[in-house]
């Protein structure tokens, strides 16, 4: 099934048969496609936040709200999601420049082939000397991802119980109507009463519906901790790859020294070659010797553009981190008082519904 997206302030012209060129500001995109540009976006930009797509199938629904991933109304909410989640990579001061994006909007036909580096994001590496700083980030996106789907689930539990008071009302109106029917003086009030009640719960509806674009708020942030830590994953596969090299740099002076001295500290498979067969001639330690001086300088130089894409790696991800979270605060803080007017809304609603029976109780 294909999502329609709507790029916005860009336009695209077209070819016709006849020469001329015509504008249009939209394209027609899978699912997958989004997968293809994210994959390609976290390989190529390992130090930014790159923002999450939005769910593939339903999580966190209320049981009346269909979890079916073919139904409009969540088709409709995804191509949004979609949508938000091109808008978050134009808004980016890096990943806006992008040629892959550019053409991801403006090209009819779109291939990315992921490379091995995607693997290598999503493997994971044991380094001896990791940084705090991304470890306690890979710790808070952890707790952040356990806070919001818990708060998603409290939320579906609350739509539920909410859904059923609601329509419990439905049961005063009938009861109103049928005892309107019986009453000659209190018939219209009680009609009218029942009226309010019909009406209030109805409305529960349109409501939960609303309270569903406020989860998806929530749950691009829930998808966010995940984008968190593939920051993560990309310092300390780049820190392993720093200490192998440093290993390796260290364990090859150490072979050089040695057979400079002629003395071996620890047991290895060439001294036992030694012991067995004699020892080397000047002239294969003299080779050996310089060969192994060519790995060293190799191996220093190597070692040097590490710590060096080490150190600018750092200093990127920990830039775009600092953008993510005042993002995300300012984010999730509309999102929560969105949510709140929300809720006092609803409650003004119920009072006014109580309110207007109470007027026509009176008036009986």
């Avoid at 036909?109 to 490379?115: G, H, P, S, T």
């Avoid at 719960?201 to 998808?223: G, V």
């Avoid at 993510?324 to 984010?331: A, G, L, S, V």
Wanted: charged letters at 30%; one cysteine or more.
């Amino acid at each position: 099934m294909y999502e329609t997206c709507v790029v916005l302030f860009l336009f695209r012209s077209v070819e016709h048969t006849d020469g001329q060129s015509v504008l249009t500001d939209s394209l027609w995109r899978r699912y997958s496609e989004f997968e293809l540009l994210r994959s390609y976006l976290l390989v190529y930009y390992p130090h930014i936040v790159v923002p999450p797509l939005p769910e593939k199938w339903a999580e966190f629904v209320w049981h009346k709200l269909s979890a079916d991933n073919m139904d409009p109304d969540f088709v409709e909410r995804r191509r949004i999601g979609l949508e938000n989640f091109l808008l978050r990579i134009a808004s980016h001061p890096i990943l806006c420049r992008d040629k892959i994006f550019y053409l991801f909007l403006t090209q009819v036909f779109f291939f990315y082939l992921a490379d091995s580096r995607l693997k290598a994001l999503n493997a994971t590496f044991r380094v001896k000397n990791p940084d705090k700083r991304f470890t306690d980030l890979k710790h808070y996106s952890d707790e952040l991802q356990s806070v919001i789907s818990h708060l998603l689930r409290v939320r579906a539990r609350v739509a539920d119980r909410l859904y059923g008071v609601y329509k419990v009302h439905g049961n005063y109106g009938r009861v109103f109507s049928e005892w309107s029917a019986i009453e000659k003086e209190m018939g219209d009030g009680l009609q009218s009463a029942g009226h309010h009640m019909d009406v209030y719960a109805s409305s529960i509806d349109d409501i939960l519906e609303d309270e569903e674009h406020y989860a998806d708020q929530l749950k691009e942030y829930l998808f966010y901790a995940e984008a968190l830590r593939a920051v993560c994953r990309k310092h300390e596969l780049m820190q392993y790859d720093l200490e192998m090299a440093a290993q390796d740099l260290a364990s090859k002076k150490q072979q050089c020294e040695e057979l400079v001295t002629g003395t071996v500290r620890t047991f290895s498979l060439k001294g036992m070659t030694t012991k067995l067969f004699g020892q080397e001639t000047p002239e294969q330690r003299e080779a050996r010797i310089k060969v192994l001086e060519e790995q060293i300088n190799e191996g220093e130089q190597q070692l040097k553009s590490k710590n060096l894409e080490g150190r600018e790696f750092v200093k990127n991800a920990w830039a775009d981190i600092e953008r993510f979270k005042e993002q995300k605060n300012r984010d999730l803080k509309e999102a929560l008082i969105s949510y709140a007017v929300m809720q006092i809304s609803m409650c003004k609603k119920g009072i006014q519904v109580w309110t207007n029976a109470k007027e026509c109780f009176s008036k009986m």
